[in-house]
């Protein structure tokens, strides 16, 4: 089983608004960090969030992590057409030499 | 800077067949990693190099796979012989030294079909 899980699978909003991803965990991790990926490219890193940290913020991305709830959350402001992409979560689990991505939420920004 | 460089960008062999596939990391990076893509299973880590070392192949899904590493500029995935369930987009993706808390940078992929 998946050890992220991201909610919603798809979201769909206008441009200007705000969208807000969510991502859930299994076991405990040493890091956790959000990817986008346009349609026919390979993944782009955005940002990394340690399990130390509760926020974090790059441009209009903001990033959350509550670790005793095993979530997370990625809110995009003030979207724009070009944000129209799929995200993931991955996590690093602790113990394990590896990242482990969740299904990805699909958005879509509607001019 | 050059990004992960992954050739063909389209492969299209009838089953049976061997696929090579090919990636070029970024320099610098210690760490190589190769993906699957599917709808059904989401991106799925095959393999990953550590200076050149395969330190994990626990995600190669039958000895129809393998993959090199013969120096820091180049890796390969091979297939043989490929089956219509092969079918999906590969990944290869580097990362910096530092270990698991760096980011780590994709090619484009390489989407496979195999008729």
């Known amino acids: 089983s998946q050890q992220g899980e991201e909610d919603p699978q798809a979201l769909s909003i206008q441009e200007g608004e705000n969208a807000t991803m969510n991502c859930s965990y299994k076991t405990s991790i040493n890091n956790l960090q959000w990817y986008r990926q346009n349609s026919g490219r390979g993944l782009v890193h955005l940002i990394l969030?340690?399990?130390?940290?509760r926020e974090k913020h790059s441009g209009r991305l903001r990033v959350t992590l509550d670790t005793s709830k095993k979530s997370s959350s990625l809110l995009i402001t003030a979207s724009r057409a070009a944000d129209t992409a799929s995200y993931f979560c991955a996590t690093v689990i602790q113990g394990a030499q590896k990242l482990v991505f969740g299904q990805g939420t699909r958005l879509t920004i509607n001019p | 800077d050059a990004g992960v460089i992954q050739s063909p960008r389209h492969e299209v062999t009838e089953m049976g067949q061997e696929v090579t596939l090919r990636c070029k990391p970024i320099?610098?990076?210690?760490?190589l990693f190769w993906y699957r893509q599917t709808m059904m299973r989401g991106l799925e880590l095959l393999i990953y190099f550590n200076n050149n070392v395969p330190i994990d192949d626990s995600g190669m899904p039958e000895d129809r796979f393998s993959a090199k590493m013969p120096n820091a500029s180049f890796s390969t995935l091979k297939i043989q012989p490929s089956e219509p369930r092969d079918s999906a987009v590969y990944f290869c993706a580097s990362s910096p030294p530092g270990g698991w808390a760096r980011p780590q940078h994709f090619g484009d992929g390489t989407r496979l079909s195999i008729l």
């Open positions: 320099s610098g990076h210690d760490y």
């Open positions: 969030i340690r399990s130390n940290e």
